[in-house]
């Protein structure tokens, strides 16, 4: 049993701010390594179960262009230029993409090309 002499109130709050700061650290490299550890999990189960590694069995991968959409901003060069920075060119209207026929996914090539 403690008496009150054996607690000392500045440990208690050093200790507990300790604590709120281990368990913001272990979160924030939590959140940081999930993806990964998520994507570390997820390839080798999908290896493991003899899915395809490419797109897990879906038998579908997104369009790269219009990156699963279906739809493409129209503009030519100038779209494609803000489209490398990262923006979308304002104003610019969507037209269907051509790569996909609008469908916004592929038949994987993995997996689907041995279909019958
Ligand atoms: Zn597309
Ligand atoms: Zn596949």
């Known amino acids: 049993m403690f008496t009150e002499d054996e607690i000392n109130p500045m440990e208690n709050v050093t200790a507990s701010e300790l604590a709120g700061f281990a368990v913001g650290a272990l979160l924030v490299c939590a959140t ?3 993806p ?3 994507a570390f999990i997820s390839s080798s189960q999908r290896r493991s179960l003899g899915m395809c590694k490419r797109c897990g069995d879906l038998r579908m991968i997104a369009c790269s262009k219009c990156k699963g959409v279906g ?3 129209s503009g030519g060069v100038f779209a494609e230029l803000y489209e490398s ?3 979308d060119e304002p104003n ?5 993409c051509t790569r996909c026929n609008a469908k916004g996914r592929f038949p994987c ?4 090309s041995q279909m019958p």
């Open 92 to 96: 610019a209207p969507s037209i269907p």
């Open 85 to 87: 920075f990262g923006k």
């Open 109 to 112: 090539p993995d997996c689907c």
């Open 36 to 38: 990964r550890i998520d």
């Open 32 to 34: 940081i390594s999930a």
């Open 71 to 73: 739809s493409t901003k």
